[in-house]
């Protein structure tokens, strides 16, 4: 989907005939007699939500997980976390999206004009509307659900909390509205959303939630996961079909495809990108390459651990010769090439000049003050010196990916037990090709005694497509809410997930890297009270005590909080 521009849309479009000025201003600065006449004035306001999009270039997205580590321990995460008093996920700001978004539902229907064309603006409106709630129920599960624009005065303000699957439902239903009436894909205006975009987030959707309402049989929702996971094998089926025109970037060079797609510069053409985000020198920048150097985050040894060798295999069933992998370059051979385009290794520059004096990593500084880990993320990582420069980086982002796309069908399918090796061939494989990885077939092949222990029974299969998730969606920021879908939390108690790779020390013993000191005991046992301990109270976040004293109708507060 090529939507240039996207995020400086509002700054950079100059509309004749509209007032755009009230992109400065909330909904309650409008005229609403002067103002909802016309459809250029739907098209304006929706202008103002096309900053919820991600920017696409997420690296570090996995630091609240299992995949990588941050400067300081996530408070969240290792139960440092309050019930804040106001403010936290359930600010004031958090929900004047949705108070702006309802804003325009309520008004628009004042506007004369076609109905085609006022709809496709409704239909945007509500699919940033799904966007906002997603997120919410994601975070909270039970919320209010708003539908209306709402004053200081108006009932619902008090109102309660709707069951987290009767708000996935309202989703669901504001994602169905913008694909039947979003344009289809290459019918779009320039700068705007289509059909297709909102078929990848209704896939999206439907996997976290039927997945989410499976294995959380607290919940009494488990009845309703197969028709979720359907709707979402279908939609994504919908996609994977050739002619949507989407495919998995490659160039036949499965060493360098997957590290040199999320640095391309002009992403205009790339089939992979359901959206693509556009940067351009002089008009919008990002960040990407720099903040790595700075973030002092990294991978876990866990994560390191993960990849499966050339033959298909884990470390625990593969046939190639391989060591206690201390060394970067023994941990990296004959892996899934992968390996080496997520984790910076001495192979690849860690920084360029323009005469050529670049520079190398190596055993003695893998693990430094900047990336305690050794484990450095090499996704979107660009140290070429037209990019590496402080958010001066302009290599285009993809906001949705067809990976992802084809992740979420193998799996819906693969839960429903309808999966085929052709299914297989379609999607996972498409991954593993790009990789020049062994294709993945309904019998898997082996089992590995490393596989995570979910707390329940799990195929081979889905082990494998669970695996092929974590790797291929790396650093995008999915793995957080995977676990917690997954119901498996408890993964992060292994010590493994935050400490890094092995170092030689002086005295010629060989030692992982503690990030963290204070909460890590010397030989990475691990130790109540001391080490990070899940608690499932922590699948959610709690609701603010000054809301529900302000409003008993949202009580119970989250469970264990």
Known sequence: MKLKYILFLSASLSLAGCNDSFLERGPQDLNDNTFWNTVNDLKVYANSFYSILPDGVTNLGDE?????????????????????????????????????????????????????????????????RALEYFNKIKTFGDVPWLEEDLNVDSEELYGKKMPRNQVAQKIIEDLEFAINNLPVKGKEDPNRLNADIAKHILGRVCLNEGTYYKYHTELGYASEADDLLKKAADITDELIDPKSGYEIYSTGKPEEDYYNMFIMEDKSNLKEAILYIDFEKNLRYHNATRWLRNAKSGWSKDFADCFLYTDGKPASATGKPHVQNRTMAEEAAERDPRFKQLILTAEHPYTMTADGNNTYLNEDTYVSKDCPTGYWVRKYFNPDPTQDIEAKSTFDGIAYRFAETLLINAEAKAELKTITNEDLEKTVNQLRDRAGMPHLTLEVGFEDSNWPKWGYELSSLLQEIRRERRIELAGEGFRFDDLKRWKAGHLLNNVQTYVGKYVKGNDGTW?????????????????????RTWNDKMYLYPIPSGELQRNPNLLPQNPGW
Do not use: C
């Open 511 to 531: 030692k992982q890297a503690i990030a963290y000191g204070n909460y890590t005991n010397d030989d990475l046992s691990y130790q109540e009270g001391k080490s």
């Open 64 to 128: 609240n997980s299992d995949n990588q580590i941050p400067f300081k321990p996530n408070s969240f995460l290792w139960g440092q976390y309050t019930v804040p008093a106001e403010d936290g996920e359930w600010s004031k700001d958090s929900w004047s999206r949705i108070r702006n978004l309802n804003y325009f539902m309520t008004h628009y229907k004042s506007v004369v004009g076609e109905k085609t064309a006022i709809d496709k603006y409704v239909a945007e409106i509500r699919f940033f």
